[in-house]
């Protein structure tokens, strides 16, 4: 990040960091680079690029001009040292757990996390040597330190949990990943740079669905890992930052570490050498220049969605149907200190409540919404809803859904932009219809 765009604010940073009109011929929007290699122009700039010693382009599965636009924006907004971008929120997440146990090691996380990556944890990542350890109790600092080994390369968390909407205290896990020599690394989907920075209290790599919030308008898969370009890789931990790499290697067949080449920026690197190079899961330019003109709005979205979601919150806590509500404000909810000490404007547009009576009464609700889409994306700029224990976290054994503090009858509901109004009337019919035969039935037992 420039000096000057050190000087700006937010959200002059939205709409102006990573971009030069005059290095695009002058065009005021972000050109779309849909090109699958660039003209190199001679051998001897090609050992240039390729060591490092020049900047450029060679093919876009590696680096695109739109795309860098997109990471140099998300590093300002970030306070961040460098950013990536990736094809899904899920090659983010993969990328960044391999990168740090790739010598082998363990991962200190919680139960409280998106049920697509507690499966991935469970099933998947075992089998390629990377391996996991969960506290219980996410809210506890001392449940995670007892938990640390020898093996432990980082410790995950989401900063806002999905779908319950938990505060996650990151300066305390900072504090302690830290006295351990481990990175912490935080998943920002759900607030977004705009209501929370991980990093300014003192996250060490920050991953996005793009696909969410940062977009915000549902019609583009990406992902992003951010590097805070904090972190000393060069503690003996991580010998995968400080050994030669033939990826790397200079002019002269020199080898070279991460941290040689790249320095503060030696994660950003990594991921991008070895891992999108390798593994291939590239975005494309199209769905940067989408999601470029979805942060353009971040602001004023994300604003009324969480005005929207407020009321939102307050109508269903007000309804007979309604057993709880997690949402800052409610009676249910138990993090409102965390979330005023890290999320004064807001946790985002996504939260749970749980419905009284049966599953038939859930399926019924969700059926009936005509306003609300019964989908499975969040930060969208329609209202979602959806069985949280049968969708987003299908995958969650019942003990693991129990652990993660999910009950059986969470409702996911993600708040758009629609008129108030509309959504309240909407959810208000749906209530109805869900439990017309319960009433119906109370009257017959009464004789009316």
């Known amino acids: 990040m420039s000096v000057r765009e050190n000087q700006l604010h937010f959200d002059t940073l939205k709409v102006k960091a990573g971009y030069d009109p005059k290095q695009h011929n002058n065009a005021v929007s972000v050109p779309i680079y849909e090109t699958a290699s660039y003209e190199i122009g001679t051998a001897e700039r090609y050992d240039r690029l390729a060591a490092a010693e020049e900047s450029g382009y060679l093919y876009s599965r590696v680096s695109n001009p739109t795309i860098k636009v997109l990471e140099d924006r998300i590093a300002a907004l970030d306070h961040a040292e460098a950013a990536v971008a990736v094809g899904s929120g899920v090659a983010a997440i993969t990328f960044t757990l391999l990168a740090l146990a790739e010598y082998g090691g363990r991962i200190l996380t919680t139960y409280q996390l998106y049920g697509g990556v507690v499966h991935h944890m469970n099933y998947l990542l075992p089998r390629f040597g990377v391996q996991f350890d969960k506290v219980e109790n996410g809210s506890s600092v001392e449940d995670f330190e007892k938990a640390i080994t020898e093996d432990t390369k980082a410790i995950y968390v989401e900063s806002v949990t999905n779908p319950m909407a938990t505060v996650t205290d990151i300066e305390a896990l900072a504090e302690l990943a830290h006295k351990h020599k481990i990175p912490l690394v935080v998943d920002n989907t759900l607030p977004t740079p705009y209501l929370l920075n991980p990093i300014d209290h003192g996250a060490d790599i920050v991953v996005y669905s793009a696909t969410k919030g940062i977009s915000g308008h549902g019609n583009a898969i990406g992902g992003l890992v951010v590097d805070s370009g904090n972190f000393d890789w060069n503690n003996g931990k991580f010998p995968q930052f400080t050994d030669e790499n033939i990826a790397i290697k200079g002019r002269y067949d020199n080898g070279r570490s991460y941290l040689e080449v790249f320095g ?89 409540f749980g419905l009284k009576g049966t599953e038939e009464n859930i399926y019924k609700l969700v059926n009936a919404v005509k306003v609300f889409s019964y989908q499975l994306n969040l930060g969208d700029a329609r209202s979602l809803i959806a069985n949280a224990s049968r969708t987003s976290h299908g995958e969650l054994l019942p003990e693991e859904l129990k652990k993660a503090d999910i009950p059986v009858n969470a409702i996911r509901i993600s708040i758009g932009i629609e008129d108030i109004r509309d959504l309240t009337n909407d959810l208000a019919q749906a209530l109805e219809i869900a439990f017309q035969d319960t009433a119906s039935e109370a009257l017959a037992s009464e004789g009316l």
């Not at 939102?312 to 005023?340: D, H, M, Q």
């Open 264 to 352: 503060r920026a030696a994660f950003a690197g990594k991921i991008r050498t070895d891992y999108l190079t390798n593994f291939g899961a590239a975005l494309s330019p199209f769905n940067a220049y989408l999601i470029l003109l979805g942060i353009e709005t971040i602001s004023e979205r994300v604003q009324k969605q969480v005005r929207n979601a407020h009321q939102i919150a307050e109508f269903l806590e007000s309804r007979p149907e309604v057993e709880w509500v997690s949402y800052p404000g409610t009676s249910y909810y138990k993090y409102n200190e965390l979330a005023e000490k890290y999320c004064p404007y807001g946790v985002g547009q996504l939260f749970s």
